[in-house]
């Protein structure tokens, strides 16, 4: 049964830069089915999407995140990675991995989430 | 401040039903029928219940459902349970960035 898996440093400093990898175990990122996503949520608050990428490579990005955000897939290790610049304790959150079909605009699987926590 | 609106909190007695509304504009809501609805529960992932506007996953129950008129959406929970307490979230695409849109989130208690 396909899962997906965060993985990534739980503390980064302020005004370095986060990274994060999505692993899919039980299943294949190379689906042309799916877009995969990563979702935020801050601490007591709520969701906020940041973008999805298709195993081709092509991506959307969140506007208001886009100048800081890169979302790469590596079909080679069924695996696809976040990068967040120039982080701020503003980017401290649960970082989830998720699949949305193609067709749609739900996301049907989520990752456990990660806790990303930006202190100096 | 999310783009689409929801109540912070409801309430509702075992077995009563509550709804639960998600406002948004034409560019989101009510320009597309890619309406979601998600449960999550304190520490968890959130999960999938209602995708577009009113379609239940495999194995949500039929007490879940959801519906929308104009720029609003709606998610109806029937017969309430103690396991239903939890936060719901909406989210729609929205075509103005292509994008995806939540709502703040709702805190429903069971009473």
């Known amino acids: 049964q396909l899962q997906l898996q965060e993985s990534g440093p739980g503390l980064v400093k302020p005004s370095e830069t986060l990274s994060l990898t999505c692993t899919a175990p039980g299943g294949s990122i190379s689906s042309s089915s799916y877009y995969w996503a990563w979702i935020r949520q801050p601490p007591g608050k709520g969701l906020e999407w940041i973008g999805n990428i298709y195993y081709s490579g092509s991506t959307y990005y969140n506007p208001s995140l886009k100048s800081r955000v890169t979302i790469s897939v590596d079909t080679s290790k069924n695996q696809f990675s976040l990068k967040l610049t120039s982080v701020t304790a503003a980017d401290t959150a649960v970082y989830y991995c998720?699949?949305?079909?193609?067709?749609?605009?739900?996301?049907?699987?989520w990752g456990r989430g990660t806790l990303v926590t930006v202190s100096s | 401040q999310s783009a689409l609106t929801q109540p912070a909190s409801v309430s509702g007695s075992p077995g009563q039903s509550i709804t639960i509304s998600c406002t948004g504009t034409?560019?989101?809501?009510?320009?597309?029928?890619?309406v979601s609805w998600y449960q999550q529960h304190p520490g968890r992932a959130p999960k999938l219940m209602i995708y577009?506007?009113?379609n239940r996953p495999s194995g949500v129950s039929n007490r879940f459902s959801g519906s929308k008129f104009g720029n609003t959406a709606s998610l109806t929970i029937s017969g309430l349970q103690a396991e239903d307490e939890a936060d719901y979230y909406c989210?729609?695409?929205?075509?103005?960035?292509?994008?995806?849109?939540f709502g703040g989130g709702t805190k429903l208690t069971v009473l």
């Open positions: 989210s729609s695409y929205a075509s103005s960035s292509t994008s995806v849109v």
């Open positions: 034409n560019s989101d809501v009510g320009g597309y029928n890619y």
């Open positions: 577009d506007v009113s």
């Open positions: 998720a699949r949305r079909g193609v067709r749609g605009w739900d996301f049907d699987l």
